[in-house]
């Protein structure tokens, strides 16, 4: 059993990763602001001993009392619609707030985990992603302010590795979908279920051929967790390498909801990648994790919850 501290606790992630610890007999402390978290996501927690919830803003000093065996820092606004709307918050907590949470972590003695992203890769020059490729990313555009922010978190989190000796690890997270998502987040998948499902346009950007490559939650934080469990500190890819264009996608979703829907095209936005696929080797020969549950099973699954939340 371990003591285990997630910044971001009451988000999309946070929340399916404190399930999985508490059902696995670790005790819990969530940390939230609820910027863009939610209580919903993990009340059914609030009874659960070894459970904790603290609202704090960890861009703020960060104080957890008694001993801590893992920090994992997920606090960050992770949509575009989100990080475009906070700017300077979402630079803080990648800034800031991983400065803290690794301070947290250094003073308990505790493995650090940082939540990076693809979007260090920008748009791509190499296809698909590994762990060597640096990216190509503009530090100033509108998106920089998340990309820059996670490139920088990953940066303090090695700093602290080799100067400090602190037990730290590094996830690349690729798309990710599924139950507890927000309907208004800006997320695709998001967004074209909710659309599907009220009647409305699905919005495409672009041509519709630009791909990005979807992980089911379940699949996400089984390889979140095996990497937590490894000893490995160098950043891994956790993502489902199976590639699909965002018409695909809106064929896919509205096959499944059985919607009559149009689809609506609309200019690309600044800096927006036109292709995002994991390489994954690392993750299967290190954590022996590769994905198992296919786009349209998972679409299924997130369609039934959506269909709940927003009453359809």
Same mark, same amino acid.
């Given at each position: 059993?371990?003591?285990? =501290?997630?910044?971001?606790?009451?988000?999309?992630?946070? !929340?399916?990763? %404190?399930?999985?610890?508490?059902?696995?007999? +670790?005790?819990?402390?969530?940390? +939230?602001?609820?910027?863009?978290?939610?209580?919903?996501?993990?009340?059914?927690?609030?009874?659960?001993?070894?459970?904790?919830?603290?609202?704090? @803003?960890?861009?703020?000093?960060?104080?957890?009392?008694? #001993?801590?065996?893992?920090?994992?820092?997920?606090?960050?606004? %992770?949509?575009?619609?989100?990080?475009?709307?906070?700017?300077?918050?979402?630079?803080?907590?990648?800034?800031?707030?991983?400065?803290?949470?690794?301070?947290?972590?250094? %003073?308990?003695?505790?493995?650090?985990?940082?939540?990076?992203?693809?979007?260090?890769?920008?748009?791509?020059?190499?296809?698909?992603? @590994? #762990?060597?490729?640096?990216?190509?990313v503009?530090?100033?555009?509108?998106?920089?302010?998340? @990309? #820059?922010?996670?490139?920088?978190?990953?940066a303090?989190?090695?700093?602290?590795?080799?100067?400090h000796?602190?037990?730290?690890?590094?996830?690349?997270?690729?798309?990710?979908?599924?139950?507890?998502?927000?309907?208004? +987040?800006?997320?695709?998948?998001?967004?074209?279920?909710?659309?599907?499902?009220?009647?409305?346009?699905?919005?495409?950007?672009?041509?519709?051929?630009?791909?990005? !490559?979807?992980?089911? =939650?379940?699949?996400?934080?089984?390889?979140?967790?095996?990497?937590l469990?490894?000893?490995?500190?160098?950043?891994?890819?956790?993502?489902?390498?199976?590639?699909?264009?965002?018409?695909?996608?809106?064929e896919?979703?509205?096959?499944?909801?059985?919607?009559? !829907?149009?689809?609506?095209?609309?200019?690309?936005?600044? +800096? @927006?990648?036109?292709?995002?696929?994991?390489?994954?080797?690392?993750a299967?020969?290190?954590?022996?994790?590769?994905?198992?549950?296919q786009?349209?099973?998972?679409? %299924?699954?997130?369609?039934?919850?959506?269909?709940?939340?927003?009453?359809?």
């Amino acid at each position: 059993m371990a003591r285990v =501290v997630i910044t971001g606790g009451a988000g999309f992630l946070g !929340s399916h990763l %404190a399930d999985v610890l508490v059902g696995r007999g +670790d005790e819990v402390v969530a940390i +939230d602001n609820l910027i863009t978290g939610s209580r919903t996501n993990i009340e059914h927690l609030f009874a659960t001993p070894g459970f904790t919830f603290v609202e704090h @803003d960890v861009s703020n000093y960060v104080w957890v009392p008694g #001993e801590v065996d893992a920090v994992l820092h997920f606090a960050s606004p %992770a949509s575009p619609i989100d990080y475009l709307e906070m700017p300077i918050q979402t630079l803080k907590v990648g800034s800031l707030g991983t400065h803290n949470a690794l301070g947290l972590a250094k %003073a308990k003695d505790a493995t650090f985990f940082i939540a990076s992203t693809s979007e260090v890769y920008g748009d791509p020059h190499v296809h698909p992603q @590994d #762990e060597s490729y640096w990216g190509n990313v503009n530090p100033i555009g509108p998106r920089g302010v998340y @990309d #820059e922010a996670k490139r920088f978190s990953e940066a303090m989190t090695m700093a602290y590795h080799r100067y400090h000796g602190l037990d730290t690890r590094i996830v690349r997270i690729f798309n990710t979908y599924g139950p507890r998502m927000r309907p208004n +987040d800006g997320r695709v998948v998001s967004n074209f279920i909710v659309q599907a499902l009220q009647g409305q346009p699905l919005t495409i950007y672009g041509d519709g051929t630009q791909t990005r !490559s979807f992980c089911f =939650v379940e699949d996400e934080v089984r390889g979140l967790i095996a990497l937590l469990d490894s000893g490995e500190h160098d950043p891994v890819n956790i993502g489902n390498p199976n590639e699909f264009t965002m018409l695909e996608l809106a064929e896919i979703v509205l096959a499944t909801v059985g919607s009559s !829907s149009t689809i609506e095209m609309h200019p690309l936005p600044t +800096d @927006d990648p036109t292709q995002r696929k994991p390489d994954i080797t690392r993750a299967r020969e290190l954590l022996g994790w590769e994905p198992k549950v296919q786009l349209r099973e998972g679409i %299924a699954r997130t369609v039934e919850y959506f269909a709940a939340t927003i009453g359809h």
